[in-house]
Structures are given as structure tokens and as C-alpha cells.
């Protein structure tokens, strides 16, 4: 492990062009459940009953009660090391760009640049009706926010099952993935399209494709290189002086 490490350390010194791409396990160490594995949000909830338009359309205020829960526990948390030497890699590096699943905007708190929100961020509320987005930081928005433009009910500029992803983003990400020398694929379980087939778009470009995650996924058997642990603690290594 070390060896890798160390081995990482003057690839990434050397790389042209970084992209990372991360999911929930980057930010699980800040105390924001993941979905999958262990303690995982959709052990205890169906996605359907909460992360779908039919959800919302059934239901829009137990949709907004739940992200009202997720809103007010990612107010109180705090980036982590991970967060934060992926914010330092980049000071360091040529050309970088960081793709991340997340919605919880801690990439960019922690001060990452050219960061490719692809699933949208919680942060952030659209309307149903004149489709207008902005910013609300009150963590507790209620059970039926309203437009301040036209009055309509408010959504969260987040992407549900069942939704296409921004075609610019998603564009964008092919793009970059593509035409890496070196991706780093960060605490996601490489379940979720498209997301998931990211890497291999590295791959067959050449790129060398790492993954850092506590456990295998379905892309450890074709990245060149695995290393079994927590983002909080790799990651830090990599940047290390
Ligand atoms: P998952 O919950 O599916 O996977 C989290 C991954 O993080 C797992 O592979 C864990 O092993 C790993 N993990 C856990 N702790 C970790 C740590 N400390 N360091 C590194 N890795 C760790 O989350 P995603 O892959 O992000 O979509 O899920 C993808 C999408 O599915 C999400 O963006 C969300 C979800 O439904 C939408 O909401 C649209
Ligand atoms: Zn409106």
C-alpha cells in the first residue's frame, strides 16, 4: 500500500490532465450517510417513495420533508480531509477537474474549482412552473415552498431517479473523462448511470484509473489500481509534501 502510494504521489506530480470523480463515501467521514452499504439511507428508505418525480408528484411534502432532514444535517456538518486535500491537489496540478455525485456542495466549501456537479446540489431549488433557479440557505424550507416569482410550488435542483442528467454536465463529464491522463474515482459504488461508466471512458482513453473505497465495487476489476480505505485517510497522502 504504501509503495502504491508513494507511486500514485509522482504520477499524480506528473499527470497532465486529473479528473476525480467522486460519490457519497467522499463525504461520509463529515457525517453525511451514504445510500449503499452499511448505515445506508436506502436501507431505511425507499428511493422511490422519496427521490422520484412520481414521489414528488404523489407527495411533494414528505419529498420536502426529507430534504428538509438532509438540508438541516448537512448545514451542521464540516468538510473533511478528503474534501480538502482534493481542494490542495488541485492548487498543485495542470489541469483538473473534479466530478462529483454529491449534492451536499462540500467540495466547493472546502475551495475546489471546476467542480461538475452532475446529480445537482440540495442547495439549490427550482420551480415547477417558471423553472427559475437560486440559492436558499435556510436549511428548514418547509413542506410546500413557494416561487418567489410566480408563486408555484418549489423542487429541489437535484436529480431524481428517473431523470436525465443536465446534457451540458453530462456532455461535459464524457468529455473530461475522455481526455484524462489520470482519474481518481472516490467513494462512489459505481452503481449509478452514467457516473458508472465514466472510468471506463478514462480507461479506454489511455488514462490510469485509480479507485479509493473501503470496499470493491464492480469497477475494481478493470481500474489499474485499488486502495482499500477511507477517503479521509488516502487521500491526504497523495497531496502530502
Ligand atoms: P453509494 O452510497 O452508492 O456508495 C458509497 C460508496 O462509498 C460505497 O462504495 C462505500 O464503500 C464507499 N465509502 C463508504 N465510506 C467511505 C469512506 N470513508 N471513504 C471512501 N469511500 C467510502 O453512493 P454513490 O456511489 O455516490 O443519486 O451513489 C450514487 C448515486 O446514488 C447518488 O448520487 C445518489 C444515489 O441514489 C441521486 O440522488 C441521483
Ligand atoms: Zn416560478
Redesign the pocket.
Same mark, same amino acid.
Given at each position: 500500500m504504501h509503495a502504491d502510494i508513494d507511486a500514485l504521489r509522482e504520477r499524480i506530480r506528473g499527470a497532465k490532465k486529473i479528473v476525480v470523480l467522486?460519490? $457519497?463515501?467522499?463525504s /461520509?467521514?463529515s457525517g453525511i450517510p451514504?445510500?449503499?452499504?452499511d448505515g445506508?439511507?436506502?436501507r431505511n428508505y425507499r $428511493?422511490t417513495d422519496l /427521490?422520484t418525480p412520481e414521489a414528488f408528484a404523489r407527495n411533494s411534502a414528505l419529498v420536502w420533508e426529507f430534504y428538509n432532514w438532509r438540508r438541516i444535517l448537512i448545514s451542521k456538518v464540516e468538510c473533511n480531509p478528503?474534501h480538502r486535500a482534493l481542494a490542495a491537489m488541485q492548487k498543485g496540478a495542470a489541469d483538473f477537474a473534479l466530478i462529483t455525485?454529491?449534492?451536499d456542495g462540500l467540495h466547493l466549501k472546502a475551495g475546489s474549482r471546476n467542480v461538475l456537479e452532475i446529480?445537482g446540489n440540495i442547495w439549490k431549488v427550482r420551480c415547477t412552473h417558471c423553472g427559475d433557479v437560486h440559492l436558499e440557505e435556510k436549511p428548514d424550507l418547509g413542506t410546500a415552498p413557494a416561487c418567489g416569482k410566480c408563486g408555484a410550488l418549489l423542487r429541489p435542483h437535484?436529480?431524481?431517479?428517473g431523470e436525465g442528467l443536465d446534457p451540458v454536465l453530462l456532455e461535459s463529464a464524457y468529455r473530461l473523462s475522455a481526455s484524462c491522463d489520470l482519474m481518481l474515482v472516490?467513494?462512489?459504488?459505481?452503481?449509478?448511470q452514467p457516473?458508472a461508466s465514466f472510468p471506463s471512458a478514462a480507461t479506454s482513453s489511455g488514462a490510469f484509473v485509480v479507485e479509493?473505497?473501503?470496499?470493491r465495487?464492480p469497477l475494481s476489476a478493470s481500474v489499474d489500481l485499488t486502495l482499500l480505505?477511507?477517503?479521509?485517510e488516502i487521500v491526504p497522502q497523495l497531496v502530502a509534501a
Open positions: 467522486t460519490g $457519497a463515501g467522499v /461520509a467521514e451514504t445510500f449503499r452499504g445506508g439511507l436506502w $428511493a /427521490a478528503a455525485q454529491n449534492i446529480h437535484v436529480v431524481w431517479f472516490i467513494g462512489t459504488s459505481a452503481v449509478v457516473a479509493i473505497n473501503p470496499e465495487t480505505g477511507k477517503a479521509g
